[in-house]
């Protein structure tokens, strides 16, 4: 099966656009900083960072590792798939080095890029390869939107909150769409599918063939969508957490799960460095829309990026053995 569908035009990767999108980034990433930082009482910040429990932080660090542990195995299961076959501990480390090109590297290759690399040369299927990726950062995607969704619901139903409320209905019209969509695919004969996916370009049309791998694997797909929703609900309780701790109050979790799925969201557009500025930003402000003070709101982003370049950091580490031809596993398939 081809994965040419997955390619990039010629002029996409040349030197020049890169370096002309990555200069883009910079500047947008520059000024969303500046913005964020000009308005910041740095006394407030530094008190709210000196309540903060050390304890607290290992514990939270802790879940990320545990989260990244998760994300191993629901990228072991899709592979397996596909008849792909890798440790978990070696999975592990992949996203670990992945995460440290995405946060240190942001102007060579990308933690997905990596990733791929590292499982394309498999001999049973490079675009299974491909569909794990895909499948894995689309479920997990879905995942975050459905619980935004639902935390969105109760925030506006306890807080009248107007960024909540958007969401929600946004949401609803969504949850819509992707119904009157299900019932249509159900409805259209197997025959008509089949010409509609002939009709598609060959690349396309083959590339869709690793959907029947899929099929009959009802207790293996459960397992995904279930690790799916353990990760984003964790990443919540690690928010939650920490904002908990600086702030020194009560703060609604489904309050903060909007906060943190809303901003997340928004860091998918892909105007700025690792979405630096536009994922806090965004938090800070839909943080204070919920009563939580600026300065910290700012120090629960600067923890957590620090807390995450630290992770990253492990898997530079881990890249660093590797380069030199030290690997406590070795690129072996199972």
Partial sequence: MSIGIFQKPVWVRSIFFKRAIFLIKFVVTFVLCIWI????????????????????LAVIFVGMILNVTVSALKWKILLNFHGIKYKLFLLFRYYLIGSFFNN???STIGGDGY???????NPVSKTGAVAALVVERLTGLLALIFIAYLCAIVSYYQSGNEIAGFVAFWGTWGVAVCFCFFLIVQFVPISVRQRMQGALPEKFGDTLGFLADY???????????????FFQILLFVL???????????????????VAVSLSTLISLIPIS????????????????????GYEQAVIVMILMRLLGYFQS????????FERIGISSCGDTIR
């Fill in 37 to 56: 930082f000009r308005n910041v009482d740095w006394r407030l910040t530094w008190q709210a960072l000196r309540q903060t429990d050390p304890f607290v």
């Fill in 104 to 106: 240190f590297l942001p």
């Fill in 115 to 121: 990733r791929l690399y590292k499982t394309l040369s």
């Fill in 215 to 229: 099929k009959g694997k009802i207790g293996k797909i459960i397992q995904v969508i279930s690790l799916s929703f």
């Fill in 239 to 257: 928010y939650y957490t920490l904002i908990v701790e600086v702030a020194g109050r009560y703060v609604s979790f489904f309050d903060v799960s």
């Fill in 273 to 292: 460095i690792n979405g630096i500025g536009l994922l806090d930003g965004s938090f800070i402000y839909v943080l204070k829309s919920f009563h939580v």
């Fill in 313 to 320: 950091l492990i898997g530079g580490v881990l890249y660093f």
